[in-house]
């Protein structure tokens, strides 16, 4: 089959999966990336080179975790109050660990990963975002399928348009070292046409009142700068482990590490934001 329409098929079937999942119901949702965190968990454990057996069931115990906390009854003073601080705990954990990532994204001198250090990446920067991501739909009013469905359109468009403008107009390598064909002028692109989306999303998608789309700005900022972010300390850790791609489950894409990359980085940063603007208002 040609590579093209290889790519174009399961591409497709990515993206209404992931669609129709998310809009059809809170199981159906959680089931599918509880799924993705299992085959993410695999895939980064061949990256790092460790045993897979226990990451994997510490994986699945902390999804099921975040589960029951989400579809815990609000009624109950109780787990509200622990569900809060819990996410906070869990929060300030992850950020912790991207901040050791950014650290190990510009380290020149790391060639390999200390055991140690294989482990806090595997909690921090799989395991703990994929359980921040389930609790990003979930608002005052119960779960909101549009939410994340808006999140991944802006991530969708960035890494679009980040390729159409750069592969135009490119001159500026953005990380050669590490991402040879990312350039300054694709990633502003991206930003960009990911801020002009948030604007139509939140105006005709969610329908948010009008004085209230900056959040969405802000949001498609965030895409744009954290979601490169993602996809360049994924390259690294694929470029330490000497391969093009993190699997092969998706044939002309890669590994759903690959596909899922930015989102991974973005979603702690976007509930980070919701943080913050439920503490202001």
């Not at 980040?162 to 991402?179: C, D, N, P, W």
């Not at 093009?244 to 509930?271: E, N, Q, T, W, Y």
Request: with cysteine; proline share 2%; charged share 15%.
């Amino acid at each position: 089959m040609n590579e093209t329409l290889k790519r174009s098929i399961s591409g497709a079937v990515y993206i209404i999966l992931l669609i129709f999942s998310i809009l059809y119901s809170t199981e159906s949702f959680f089931i599918l990336f509880g799924v993705f965190l299992l085959i993410a968990t695999v895939e980064f454990c061949n990256l790092i080179e460790i045993s897979r057996i226990i990451p994997f069931i510490v994986a699945s115990a902390t999804y099921l975790l975040f589960y029951q906390i989400s579809i815990a009854q609000e009624g109950y003073l109780y787990i509200l109050r622990f569900s809060k601080t819990f996410d906070l705990i869990v929060l300030s954990a992850t950020l912790i660990v991207f901040i050791k990532c950014i650290h190990f994204l510009f380290d020149n001198k790391i060639v390999r990963i200390d055991s140690f250090s294989k482990y806090v990446y595997l909690l921090g920067y799989i395991i703990l975002p994929f359980a921040i991501m389930t609790k990003i739909p979930f608002g005052i009013d119960g779960y909101n399928p549009k939410i994340l469905i808006s999140i991944f359109i802006l991530i969708w468009t960035n890494d679009t348009f980040a390729y159409i403008v750069g592969k135009s107009i490119g001159k500026t390598k953005l990380f050669e070292r590490i991402s040879p064909k990312k350039t300054i002028e694709g990633f502003f692109g991206g930003v960009l046409f990911s801020v002009i989306a948030s604007y139509l999303v939140s105006k005709y998608y969610i329908e948010i009142a009008e004085g209230k789309t900056f959040i969405w700005i802000i949001i498609a900022i965030i895409v744009g700068v954290f979601g490169t972010i993602g996809d360049l300390i994924e390259s690294k850790f694929k470029r330490i482990a000497g391969v093009k791609d993190s699997g092969k489950i998706m044939p002309g894409h890669g590994g759903i590490l690959d596909r899922l990359d930015s989102v991974i980085f973005v979603a702690p940063i976007v509930f980070l934001f919701y943080q913050i603007l439920n503490y202001v208002s």
